[in-house]
């Protein structure tokens, strides 16, 4: 990863950084496209078995906000399908190795386009304060200020 940048990082840009670092321990796709009338749009992603995914989606305008969406494993199986739905989560643990589709569809809409936002997380994310359920000063602090 390549950051670039002028003047002083400051205490804003270690954050920034930080949260970037921390960002990259999982892999996510975060994406907001359209979607024409009478379209479908379709993702791919290299998947290890084993792995922990959450597929993620809400449409955002057009019509009456909903789309089709489906789900396949690299074999074709169906893991989700959804017909006409507005936003939905879906989660599942990669049965195998391989590459996993995922489209969203817009057929059956004769001439509304729709604007579709979705997030697909591949792995857990790590805590962000990886500390926090330990008993610290701060934690103790807070135990006898409500005590």
Request: glycine fraction near 8%.
């Amino acid at each position: 990863m390549l950051l670039r940048g002028s003047g002083t990082a400051g205490p804003w840009g270690w954050l920034t950084l930080l949260l970037l670092l921390v960002a990259c321990a999982t892999r996510a796709s975060e994406i907001t496209f359209e979607l024409p009338d009478n379209a479908k749009q379709c993702f791919y992603e290299e998947i290890v078995q084993g792995t922990k995914c959450t597929l993620e989606f809400q449409v955002i305008t057009g019509g009456h906000y909903d789309v089709d969406c489906r789900l396949e494993g690299p074999d074709g199986a169906v893991l989700y399908k959804e017909m006409k739905k507005q936003y939905d989560s879906f989660t599942f643990t990669a049965s195998r190795n391989g590459t996993y589709k995922f489209c969203f569809s817009n057929e059956f809409s004769t001439f509304t386009h729709k604007t579709v936002y979705f997030d697909f997380q591949v792995g857990e994310d790590p805590p962000l304060f990886p500390s926090e359920n330990r008993a610290t000063a701060l934690t103790q602090v807070k135990y006898c200020c409500l005590t």
